[in-house]
């Protein structure tokens, strides 16, 4: 379709009036939160708006982030092998440039959205030329963009993603997302826990029986401005600590949200004697509620079960407020598992500048993907 077109945008105040009413259910689209993205961004991503146009009339929006990972402090740091060591040499040397069509930060289809139905021809052509705008966009910076990305798409919207523009690029599958649908039926944490067998069940109480001593308070602005130090050391260690980063939070990235998010944005934290000892946050988008990112104090992790007592509240929260279902990402699966979060695969597509290296893209990602080995639990009658 020659009449549909698209506009890239720098700066949210840019953006058209109706900009909210076109990403209307998708949050990670709408104004609000690209305000967070462009004022607490990771210091090494720069993120763009795409406008979509039919004519001169806005039908849909996009995101797309570009990641300079020379400014990064470190690939993660919880995995030392040689394995791991290669991928931090070739990401640092031969793909330090990289640009996302899509949104690096969370899970899911977050990527785009229409107010009408477009066809993935034309979806796939215009991802394309966005991609080619961009990169044509850095190279007259004086920037060679390495590696594009175009991020998180389920099964049906791959396979015919394929049959256009993308049929030529590697597509890759990561880790799944974990996904909980929460039953219709479920009313109450007691509705929940009744549908569990009975080691699922046990779980959950061992789990609340080694909570005890930890006092949970939502945290509103004013808490958030004033814990927001420790906010960031508790979500910097689990990061860290993660086996693969691109990206770290800005450090005023939580209170930027809670600003601009208001309630739909929330906060959990955790104190053990008055001291915040760990934190879960969540955005309400529609219908489904969607996991952020979380910190704790390693030691009281272990002795408390912190990790999997944030997931039982998160689920609690999920349950009581109506939710359909609970987005809890691409980490941690067989914990995530243990509480009934199911795994959906993901694709994304991928292909570097480079036409030589590109030609080997399959085997050096597939080498590259860290290991990841975990047995699916069934903890449902």
Known sequence: MKNITFTIFQNVNDLPENWDQVSHYNHFLQTPYLQVLQESAP?????????IFEKETLIGTALAQYLDLNKLESFGERDHCLKTS????????????????GNNMITGQNGYTFNKTIG??????????????????????????????FKDFYNDCSSELKKHDFRSIY????????????????????DYTSALIKKYRDQYKRARKKFEGIAIKELFLEDVLAEEDRLYELYHYVALNAPFNTFFLAENHFSTFKKKCGNRFRICGYY?????????????????LETYFLGYDEKIQKEKLLYLNMLYNMTE?????????????????????????????????????????????????TRLEPDVSWQERHPFK
């Open 86 to 101: 290669i991928r931090n040499f070739v990401f640092k040397n031969f793909a330090s440039h990289v640009l996302f069509l």
């Open 272 to 288: 053990k004697d008055g001291v915040l000892i760990g934190f879960h946050s969540l955005l309400l988008n529609d219908e489904t």
């Open 317 to 365: 929260f999920g349950i009581e407020n109506g939710f359909k279902k609970i987005i809890f990402g691409r980490t941690a699966l067989e914990i995530k598992s243990s509480i009934g979060a199911q795994a959906v695969k993901m694709s994304g597509f991928i292909f570097h500048t480079n036409s030589l290296i590109n030609r080997f893209i399959e085997p050096l990602f």
């Open 43 to 51: 210091v090494n991503m720069e993120c763009f708006f795409i406008g």
């Open 120 to 149: 993935f021809q034309e979806i796939s052509r215009l991802m394309v030329e966005c991609a080619e705008a961009l990169i044509t966009y850095f190279k007259e910076k004086g920037i060679k963009i390495h590696l594009v990305s």
């Open 171 to 190: 597509e890759f599958s990561a880790q799944p997302n974990m996904v909980l649908t929460i039953h219709p039926n479920w009313k109450s944490m007691n």
